[in-house]
């Protein structure tokens, strides 16, 4: 496998942007600028505030993620990933065509950055894309019953004819995602639902539900 990198931020529509940079956590950085006032709520001691600190910032040159894509010359994206501290919806915004089989996102509840679009926004973007949601896992300290961020994974919609299109053109490379995933259960239920026989697979276990 070819390693690419693309050399620019991705967004919903081509501009620069600001990109707060924070040197005491090393590699953090995000689109958009933390907000102190939501630090207690991801249980962030006061001794810890400073490693959140923006130390410096950068214009960035944005571009859409179907844009990119496009100019390499890459036709199909099967997985996609995206932690970006905040920007996943914009991101997300410039998918264009592409719809991949599986979509692994982080969602935040309690955001910690200030101006980030509420986790419902994203979740309700990605259903009109028709995708549904099959996992969540917290991520990081919080004090609220429910988790700051979440780890959200997301495939096409399997009940509606456009879902059940993607996943049987795609059906070697969605089985081998949702197994890497350990969606076995569901797997099996989905395929069940698109009448398609694989023997092996029936014959797994999925220990999540044991």
């Known amino acids: 496998l070819k390693e690419i990198t693309i050399n620019k931020g991705l967004w919903s529509k081509k501009e620069r942007k600001k990109l707060y940079i924070l040197d005491n956590r090393v590699g953090s950085s ?27 910032e950068i214009e960035v040159e944005c571009d859409t993620l179907t844009n990119q894509l496009s100019e390499l010359k890459i036709k199909n994206l099967e997985y996609l990933k995206i932690d970006t501290q905040g920007a996943e919806l914009e991101i997300l915004k410039g998918i264009g065509n ?6 692994k996102i982080e969602a935040h509840i309690f955001s910690m950055y200030k101006g980030v679009p509420g986790w419902e926004k994203l979740i309700n973007y990605l259903y009109d894309l028709n995708y549904v949601l099959i996992d969540t896992k917290a991520i990081g300290d919080h004090i ?11 495939i ?40 398609i026989k694989n023997e092996e697979l029936e014959k797994l276990e999925d220990f999540y539900f044991n």
């Not at 609220?144 to 997301?154: G, L, N, Q, S």
């Open 30 to 56: 995000s689109m958009y600028e933390p907000n102190e006032d939501m630090f207690e709520l991801h249980n962030i001691k006061k001794k810890k505030i400073k490693d959140f600190k923006v130390t410096r």
């Open 144 to 154: 609220t019953r429910v988790p700051a961020e979440a780890e959200m994974i997301f």
């Open 98 to 103: 592409y719809r991949p089989l599986l979509i």
């Open 156 to 195: 096409p919609n399997f009940s509606s004819e456009i879902g059940k299109n993607i996943i049987n053109n795609n059906r070697e490379k969605f089985i081998s995602l949702m197994l890497i995933f350990g969606q076995i259960k569901l797997l099996q239920n989905i395929m069940s639902r698109l009448k």
